[in-house]
């Protein structure tokens, strides 16, 4: 009965919870008291913690391997050029992310030529991984180098420069 009656009371309080902080946080972001720092702790500080590998790289090829046996598992393989290092990888290094076919299933796809910026979790013990939060922890990357954020409500806003997310990414980890 314990149990329940502690489920019942995360229920009833946690969307609460979490609707008053995103509005907190839309009221920070629309008041235009929010600098460009502070919207990218907002957004980018919660991918830091669970992330094993984080980079801006760019899509090279794409490879699909399905089950040959019931023992076996499809994947998906993703090889990405790393364009700007910021955890565990080195610029210029080729990254094989080995995702679950099932995601690519259900839509997380990439293409090749894309430039994405990248908050993955640790492999997993079949040597899988995904980003951070699936889709959230993938931010799109235009042609002239800008991360494309969106707000806590699911904004968009302005694009900025790649570096200044990688600087906002090291001074998040050292607080």
């Known amino acids: 009965m314990r149990p329940v009656f502690t489920i019942a009371i995360l229920i009833t309080t946690i969307p609460p919870l979490a ?5 907190q946080s839309r009221q920070r972001i629309s008041s235009g008291a929010a600098s460009r720092s502070a919207l990218l702790q907002t957004i980018v500080h919660p991918f830091l913690r669970d ?6 790289g ?7 391997r399905n089950s040959e046996s019931s023992g076996s598992l499809a994947t998906t393989t993703i090889f990405f050029r790393v364009d700007e290092a910021i955890r565990n990888v080195t610029r210029g290094q080729i990254v094989e992310v080995h995702e679950w076919a099932g995601l690519w299933q259900s839509g997380e796809r990439y293409r090749p030529g894309e430039c994405v910026l990248l908050f993955l979790y640790p492999l997993s013990k079949l040597g899988l991984t995904s980003p951070v939060g699936n889709r959230s922890g993938r931010f799109p990357v235009d042609r002239t180098g800008r991360v494309i954020l969106k707000d806590p409500t699911g904004n968009p806003v302005q694009p900025i420069e790649v570096r200044r997310v990688v600087a906002a990414i090291r001074q998040a980890e050292k607080e």
Not at 58 to 64: A, D, M, Q
């Open 58 to 64: 760019t899509v090279l090829k794409i490879e699909h």
């Open 51 to 56: 992330s094993a590998q984080i980079f801006s």
């Open 19 to 23: 609707v008053e902080m995103s509005s």
